[in-house]
């Protein structure tokens, strides 16, 4: 006896076409690398599953963010969930997750277990980045956060001497690490062991657009079956390879 498979609604019809707003945030995101990035990838299949086509448009992440605020664009990619953010998106099951430490100057001896470690010091924070675990400090006056352009503008002023620390998610410092700086530089600066937190990162879908909602059902669907798949098995182990931090050849 033979079974009926259930197809979803959309399966015959037409690809859609979904217009999301990215950024540079390697290994995960990139113009720059393959499949724009490990979460990228992983965002672009979940659709493809769901019979939906992903097209990136990039731009600054504060910029990005308030594209969705507004409803300008349909969504962006990745990003963790606030109290104020939820107010203006919905946000889908985590897409990818890691863990932030604290980089620093390899030869700075210091403890670095909890926060109270870091008053009085100086830390960086990419623009349009959240500030976590640190933001209370930082409000009340205890830790110093410079705002830097992107991760590399922090990292120099750290090999610098103008940060004393820089937290950042771990293999997003180790690319970043990889990508643009020298040997005697990356052996220059080292990850603490401690974890200071563990972050989802999720796509985010905006309410002032109309089927929302509809559209993130499809997207955790897609990424469900991604997920119990061989190809995501594939992707990830290519991701901890190394292999998406790596820009293609021209």
């Known amino acids: 006896m033979g079974c009926l498979l259930l197809r979803p609604a959309w399966a015959d019809q037409p690809m859609e076409t979904v217009v999301l707003a990215n950024g540079e945030w390697a290994p995960y995101l990139s113009a720059q690398l393959p499949y724009q990035g490990f979460a990228s990838h992983i965002v672009s299949e979940a659709f493809r599953l769901a019979g939906i086509r992903v097209r990136y448009d990039f731009y600054p992440w504060a910029r990005a963010e308030a594209m969705v605020r507004t409803g300008e664009v349909e969504g962006s990619v990745v990003w963790s969930i606030t ?3 939820q107010m203006f998106a919905l ?4 897409v ?7 980089f620093h100057l390899a030869t ?15 830390m960086a924070t990419p623009n349009g980045s959240r500030l976590g675990v640190w933001q209370q400090p930082i409000d009340a006056g205890r830790i ?5 352009k992107d991760i590399q503008a922090g990292m120099r002023q750290l090999l610098l001497g103008r940060l004393d620390f820089f937290p950042l998610i771990r293999s997003v410092g180790q690319a970043e690490l990889r990508q643009h700086f020298s040997q005697k530089e990356r052996a220059s600066i080292a990850a603490s062991p401690h974890v200071f937190s ?3 990162y999720r796509l985010m879908l905006s309410r002032e657009r109309p089927g929302a909602a509809r559209l993130l059902k499809r997207f955790n669907l897609g ?5 119990s798949s061989g190809e995501y098995r594939r992707m ?7 292999q998406y931090d790596q820009s293609p050849s021209p």
């Open 91 to 94: 946000f889908s099951d985590p």
């Open 108 to 122: 700075r001896k210091m403890a670095m277990e909890k926060i109270e470690d870091f008053y009085g010091l100086t």
């Open 236 to 242: 990830e182990k290519d991701f901890l390879a190394g």
């Open 223 to 227: 990424l469900a079956r991604l997920r």
């Open 96 to 102: 990818v997750s890691d863990e932030e430490v604290v």
């Open 83 to 85: 109290p104020e953010r």
């Open 144 to 148: 110093h956060n410079y705002v830097t």
């Open 198 to 200: 563990r972050v989802d």
